[in-house]
């Protein structure tokens, strides 16, 4: 069984600064690409950022040059460096990970539980 937790979601004021975190625990034998998600209410679940496990990222337009996507891989952790937030950022920001497991011979798309990140103005 493989588990993604997030931490790090809050409220901030509209300028400010957050950082996500997110732990992959369980029986995972290798991480290949790692991603950051959010969906606003009344919209449809956007890519936010996304890295490789050899460290090649991607990023939205809408967030280029404000976020950062990095990883650890002896913690198969994924993080978001949030700055320069805006109220058009508040959404619940959600994790997704392929895993390949001990006991699942292919690759396998895992996601965290959601953390709501709201930017006030």
């Known amino acids: 069984q493989v588990q993604l937790v997030e931490s790090g979601g809050g409220l901030v004021q509209a300028g400010g600064s957050l950082r996500l975190s997110c732990a992959a625990s369980?029986?995972?034998?290798?991480?290949?690409?790692m991603a950051w998600y959010r969906q606003a209410p009344g919209k449809q679940r956007e890519l936010v950022a996304r890295?490789?496990?050899?460290?090649?990222?991607y990023y939205g337009d809408s967030v280029k040059g404000r976020f950062t996507i990095s990883r650890d891989n002896a913690k198969n952790t994924v993080y978001l460096q949030m700055n320069s937030l805006k109220p058009e950022d508040t959404a619940v920001y959600y994790c997704?990970?392929?895993?390949?497991?001990?006991?699942?011979?292919?690759?396998?798309?895992?996601w965290g539980q959601g953390a709501q990140v709201t930017v006030s103005s």
């Open positions: 369980g029986s995972i034998r290798s991480i290949n690409d």
């Open positions: 890295i490789t496990n050899g460290g090649n990222t």
């Open positions: 997704r990970a392929e895993i390949l497991t001990t006991t699942v011979p292919y690759g396998t798309v895992y």
